[in-house]
């Protein structure tokens, strides 16, 4: 059974030919076509208006200013988050736009960004203030970019790369809304809206048709697609293999969906042995599930990565892992740091514990009489005693040393 694929040409007095792929509701193509219209007409009145303000092509400029240092004391969480990533903030002035962008070409600049350039949106000047960025914030980016009263600006978060092809689809749209409606390819959202996919292509253009433009392979492309192939499943559980995990273990992490999170971890964090890492990412949330029933789902990569950085300093003991999952798995909104000062989970120094050990020799009566037991006894006496404050290993040399003393003397 197929389906309908219905594509629309749609074009009005004064605008180009719109090419509308996609529709596969019958029913919707009125709607489709009035919508497709009503944009057709609010683009000419936006032709209208630049040439009321003498608005030129000449006038917009690929001229990108970064506005960062801007948001250093922002209270936005959409910039803060993105500052967070690594992100920069990127403006460009828009010469005679101010009040055209909300409800107008604002969507346009956004698609053509987010089809063309791949950043997720375009921030402008018309719908600020908005996401918590403030006035003042607005005011000093127009201070900065040295706006008049009829210009507007747009903004991205992205990487160097990314922000020059952003801003310049954005300003190539804008030259574009000088002549009135750019002749594009567009697809249906399946509510009668749509957005852009692509220019349309001249006479030259050839067919079989195709709905993606020609992605050029030479023989770099080709060696740089080689080199970053993943590997198969069976190869990657034997490397898994040979970095210790057991046969049950590594075809388990392969399967699931921390594989990419475990690589990371064990590249980061070169103290903690890779068997460690994945069985707190695989098998102790699944114990925690089992034994205290609280569930584990809402643990991400954060969390896990929050713990093992302390691990991983030597802060705190294997065995304060559980206890942190279990604390974070009921409240992931606090941190690995602030829980292990709650719980008093940082490892205590060699001299407290070698002090903590000396006095349970001391309250040990008949110590000579009790042959091998004696370390037993001290042992379960001190991890009681000590918890996950202390790496057991350690405990077992410190008890084991002051054994061999005590005999000796």
């Known amino acids: 059974i197929g389906t309908t694929r219905q594509d629309l040409n749609v074009s009005i007095s004064g605008g180009n030919r719109i090419e509308i792929k996609g529709v596969q509701d019958l029913k919707l193509i009125a709607k489709v076509v009035r919508i497709e219209v009503e944009r057709q007409l609010m683009l000419l009145n936006v032709k209208k208006e630049l040439t009321g303000r ?25 910039v803060l988050g993105a500052l967070k990533e690594g992100l920069r903030v990127n403006a460009v002035k828009l010469r005679g736009f101010q009040g055209l962008l909300k409800n107008k070409l604002g969507p346009e600049l956004a698609q ?20 918590g960025i403030s ?13 008049s009263k009829d210009d507007a600006f747009v903004f991205v978060f992205s990487d160097d790369r990314t922000t020059k092809k952003a801003l310049k689809c954005v300003i190539e749209r804008c030259k574009a809304a000088i002549d009135g409606v750019p002749k594009e390819t567009r697809k249906s959202r399946g509510d009668g809206t749509t957005e852009f996919m692509r220019p349309l292509p001249g006479s030259a253009r050839m067919y ?23 590997k198969m499943p069976e190869e990657m559980q034997r ?8 046969r049950e273990l590594a075809n388990q992490m392969v399967r699931s969906k921390w594989i990419n999170s475990f690589n990371s971890l064990t590249r980061e964090f070169r103290n903690i042995k890779p068997v460690f890492i994945a069985t707190t ?13 609280i569930e584990t789902n809402v643990l991400e990569i954060k969390h896990f990565r929050d713990i093992l950085s302390y691990l991983n300093k030597g802060d705190i003991s294997k065995e304060a892992v559980p206890e942190l999952l279990i604390e974070l798995a009921k409240n992931p909104n606090d941190s690995a740091g602030d829980i292990i000062d709650k719980k008093n989970l940082r490892l205590i120094s060699t001299k407290d514990l070698e002090e903590i050990i000396d006095n349970i020799m001391e ?4 110590m000579d009489k009790m042959g091998n037991k004696v370390f037993g006894i001290m042992m379960g006496k001190a991890m009681a005693k000590l918890g996950a404050r202390s790496n057991p290993d350690i405990v077992k040399r410190i008890i084991q040393k002051k054994l061999k003393t005590d005999n000796e003397l």
């Not at 063309?116 to 402008?124: C, F, L, M, R, S």
């Not at 309250?363 to 008949?366: E, L, S, V």
């Open 363 to 366: 309250d040990i009566q008949d």
């Open 208 to 230: 079989p048709e195709t709905d993606e433009a020609l992605i050029p392979i030479n023989r770099n492309l080709l060696k740089k697609i080689r080199e970053n192939l993943p």
């Open 281 to 293: 990412l695989l098998s102790t949330p699944k114990e925690i599930r089992r034994k205290y029933g």
């Open 239 to 246: 490397s898994l293999e040979d970095m210790g995990l057991s």
């Open 135 to 147: 006035e003042g914030e607005k005011e000093a980016i127009r201070k900065k970019l040295n706006l």
């Open 54 to 78: 003498g608005v030129k092509k000449k006038g917009l400029r690929s001229e990108f200013v970064d506005i960062t240092d801007i948001f250093k004391n922002t209270k936005s969480k959409l």
């Open 112 to 131: 053509y960004a987010r089809a063309i350039a791949n950043v997720k949106g375009v921030i402008h000047s018309d719908e600020l203030p908005a996401y």
